[in-house]
């Protein structure tokens, strides 16, 4: 089926220090999102975005979070400053702008803040 | 506030035995409402979707019943093989494009 490719798989990095996940949605898909999961629990919704544009986003997407995709690239995910409670699951997940909005998932970047 | 609630949390069955997973909702608006399996240290994968103008949707071993009238569904897995163990989520969306709210998730795990 369609493939979701998120690079990296897994990062460790400092509080405070910056990350950038990067998401290669499947290639005809016009909708971005962006959801977090922590140790296999509820998948949390953080922001979906279409046509260059945030459409919309949870509590859980902080002011410390950004997306773009600049130039049809990859859809990223950026947080900066990072805290501590982001360490967690970050999946992508990308659709067509059709009814029945069938969500395909990467498989996700672990990030670890210590 | 919880937008869709999943039961049980957790549940294990025997090898052959049928599996049932239920969802509610609170949002009428829903009228998309896909069924995702994980398995660990993998995205969720689409497994059975249905709009909110059937009741039933069968693929296989695996059927979704849907109520309107009681905001429920739900999941039913016959022949339960040990390749089912998985996390199941169940979800709900309004429009093409919007955000896919999910419930809690089950974890089954089916013993040969």
């Known amino acids: 089926g369609p493939k979701v490719l998120q690079i990296p798989s897994h990062q460790i990095i400092d509080m405070g220090q910056m990350v950038t996940l990067n998401c290669d949605p499947v290639?005809?898909?016009?909708?971005f999102y962006w959801y977090k999961q922590i140790l296999g629990q509820q998948m949390e919704f953080l922001v979906n975005?279409?046509?260059?544009?945030?459409?919309?986003k949870s509590k859980l997407f902080k002011d410390q979070f950004s997306v773009e995709r600049p130039d049809g690239s990859y859809f990223t995910l950026k947080i900066q400053p990072t805290a501590l409670e982001d360490s967690a699951v970050y999946f992508c997940?990308?659709?067509?702008?059709?009814?029945?909005?069938?969500?395909?998932f990467g498989e996700g970047s672990r990030l670890i803040v210590v | 506030q919880q937008q869709v609630r999943q039961s049980p949390q957790s549940l294990t069955v025997w090898e052959g035995g049928t599996t049932v997973l239920t969802c509610s909702y609170e949002?009428?608006?829903?009228?998309?409402f896909p069924w995702y399996q994980q398995f660990p240290g993998e995205g969720p994968a689409l497994l059975i979707s249905?709009?909110?103008?059937?009741d039933k949707k069968e693929d296989g071993r695996f059927t979704t019943f849907f109520n309107k009238r009681e905001k429920k569904l739900s999941l039913h897995i016959i022949d339960s093989q040990p390749g089912d163990s998985a996390t199941y989520f169940c979800?709900?969306?309004?429009?093409?494009?919007?955000?896919?709210?999910f419930g809690g998730g089950t974890r089954l795990t089916v013993r040969p």
């Open positions: 997940a990308s659709s067509l702008p059709n009814s029945g909005n069938t969500l395909y």
């Open positions: 290639s005809n898909h016009l909708y």
């Open positions: 975005f279409y046509n260059g544009k945030v459409m919309e």
């Open positions: 949002d009428s608006t829903f009228n998309y």
């Open positions: 249905i709009l909110s103008v059937s």
């Open positions: 979800a709900a969306s309004n429009n093409a494009g919007a955000k896919l709210t």
